[in-house]
């Protein structure tokens, strides 16, 4: 009896000890408010570090990351590591009064995210009222070194982060919502990396701009953090091909547009094989309950080389707002939306 009890307790030893494989990561997040202008406005917001959207976490497979959430803001907070699944672990994940006490204003707290077999693109957001709005930003979860991707090296990594901006306080739209008992005011534009794109009036320098070689493949890690929308995204001429979501591969497929739902991230390749010159990317909701706003953001793909640019650039044709026709390579986008996790 004895002898057993020594065996498993060396057996849970061993396996304990082999289960935290990863390194620890820390990282230092100070709550504050920020002054933001997008769309002929300033306002201040909450950020993390003085970022819109916030610093990219990275780490590798089964790494802990432990973050120093410092709340130098005047709102109780807390944060959300989305789609991290914290077996064993849910002390710390975010989701205030369920998981968790908020963040009070002048204190401090670690959070600790534990990585398991998630591999790919993950993000975080502030899990208290609307705070997400702003409080926001990418968690990359690598291959462990030595480890390749399953689909061709890209050239670069590229984040887009689809998100939302109101004109108005968060806090007020939120306020009169709940007041109300009606629908939320629509936002007053969607945003890629924090850009609104120069759709929008006061947007010209707003725009996210990225540079592509010919001939190379590009990773774009995709997470909607749009607050209520599913949303189209597409890049003019250049197909998409999926090869991941949700922080696992996907048998790789390829569309001309994917659709991605909020919560949800979708890493995709695309390769700069067109006519050098400027593409526009762009993204706006599908049509689903609510109030929002029918309005697209845009970023641009640069080629490098020496051509004329044209003075403006290729948009692409996205789907239409109330799309329902489900095409071949729509329902393929579609049913992966539907995977998306909610908050
Ligand atoms: C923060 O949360 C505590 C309860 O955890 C509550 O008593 C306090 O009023 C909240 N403060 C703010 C600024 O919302
Ligand atoms: C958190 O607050 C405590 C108590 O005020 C302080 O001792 C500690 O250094 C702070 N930690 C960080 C990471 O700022
Ligand atoms: C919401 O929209 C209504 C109607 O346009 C407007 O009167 C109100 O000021 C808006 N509220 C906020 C917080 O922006
Ligand atoms: C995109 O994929 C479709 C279907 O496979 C194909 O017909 C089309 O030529 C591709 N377009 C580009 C720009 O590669
Ligand atoms: C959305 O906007 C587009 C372009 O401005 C317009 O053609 C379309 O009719 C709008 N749809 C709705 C449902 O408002
Ligand atoms: C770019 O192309 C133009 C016209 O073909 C040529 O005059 C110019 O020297 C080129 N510039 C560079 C940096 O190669
Ligand atoms: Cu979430």
């Given at each position: 009896?004895?002898?057993?009890?020594?065996?498993?307790?060396?057996?849970f030893?061993?396996?304990?000890?082999?289960?935290?494989?990863?390194?620890?990561?820390r990282?230092?997040?100070?709550?504050?408010?920020?002054?933001?202008?997008?769309?002929?406005?300033?306002?201040s917001?909450?950020?993390?570090?003085?970022?819109f959207?916030?610093?990219?976490i990275?780490?590798?497979?089964g790494?802990?990351?432990?973050?120093?959430?410092?709340?130098r803001?005047?709102?109780?907070?807390?944060?959300?590591?989305?789609?991290?699944?914290?077996?064993?672990?849910p002390w710390?994940?975010?989701?205030?009064?369920?998981?968790?006490?908020?963040?009070?204003?002048?204190?401090?707290?670690?959070?600790?995210?534990?990585?398991?077999?998630?591999?790919?693109?993950?993000?975080?957001?502030?899990?208290?009222?609307?705070?997400?709005?702003?409080?926001?930003?990418?968690?990359?979860?690598?291959p462990?070194l030595?480890?390749q991707?399953?689909?061709?090296?890209?050239a670069?990594?590229?984040?887009?982060?689809?998100g939302?901006?109101?004109?108005?306080?968060?806090?007020e739209?939120?306020?009169?919502g709940?007041q109300?008992?009606?629908?939320?005011?629509?936002?007053n534009?969607?945003?890629?990396n924090g850009?609104?794109?120069?759709?929008?009036p006061?947007?010209?320098s707003?725009?996210?701009?990225?540079?592509?070689?010919?001939g190379?493949?590009?990773?774009?890690?995709?997470?909607?953090n749009?607050m209520n929308?599913?949303?189209f995204?597409?890049?003019?001429?250049?197909?998409?091909?999926?090869v991941?979501?949700?922080?696992?591969?996907?048998?790789?497929?390829?569309a001309?547009?994917v659709a991605?739902?909020?919560?949800?991230?979708?890493?995709v390749?695309?390769?700069?094989?067109q006519?050098p010159?400027?593409y526009?990317?762009?993204?706006?909701?599908h049509?689903?309950?609510?109030n929002?706003?029918?309005t697209?953001?845009?970023?641009?793909?640069?080629?490098?080389?020496?051509?004329?640019?044209?003075?403006?650039?290729?948009?692409?044709?996205l789907?239409?707002?109330?799309?329902?026709?489900?095409?071949?390579?729509?329902?393929?986008?579609?049913?992966l939306?539907?995977?998306?996790?909610?908050h």
């Open positions: 009896m004895k002898f057993l009890i020594v065996y498993f307790s060396l057996l030893f061993i396996c304990g000890f082999v289960a935290v494989h990863g390194k620890i990561l990282q230092r997040f100070v709550l504050q408010d920020a002054p933001y202008t997008r769309l002929c406005g300033s306002k917001i909450l950020t993390v570090n003085g970022k959207p916030g610093p990219t990275y780490a590798r497979v790494d802990t990351v432990i973050v120093d959430v410092i709340n803001a005047s709102e109780n907070i807390t944060i959300h590591w989305h789609g991290v699944k914290q077996p064993r672990n710390s994940d975010g989701p205030a009064y369920i998981t968790q006490c908020p963040i009070r204003p002048g204190t401090n707290f670690s959070q600790r995210i534990v990585l398991s077999d998630e591999i790919g693109t993950l993000w975080w957001h502030a899990h208290i009222e609307w705070f997400r709005a702003t409080v926001y930003g990418a968690l990359v979860v690598l462990n030595g480890d991707y399953p689909f061709p090296k890209p670069a990594e590229i984040p887009i982060i689809l939302e901006w109101w004109n108005s306080d968060i806090r739209v939120l306020r009169e709940l109300s008992g009606s629908d939320f005011n629509a936002s534009a969607f945003l890629i850009q609104p794109g120069d759709l929008y006061c947007s010209n707003d725009t996210f701009k990225v540079k592509v070689d010919s190379k493949t590009y990773l774009l890690r995709m997470i909607n749009v929308n599913i949303m995204f597409k890049i003019a001429n250049h197909n998409l091909t999926v991941g979501s949700d922080a696992a591969y996907t048998k790789p497929f390829t001309e547009y991605i739902s909020p919560g949800q991230t979708i890493d390749l695309f390769v700069a094989n006519q010159s400027h526009y990317m762009a993204s706006r909701p049509n689903v309950a609510g929002f706003a029918n697209t953001t845009t970023a641009i793909l640069e080629y490098t080389g020496n051509y004329t640019a044209p003075s403006s650039p290729l948009l692409p044709t789907p239409d707002f109330a799309d329902e026709v489900p095409l071949q390579f729509h329902s393929t986008a579609a049913k939306s539907d995977r998306g996790s909610p």
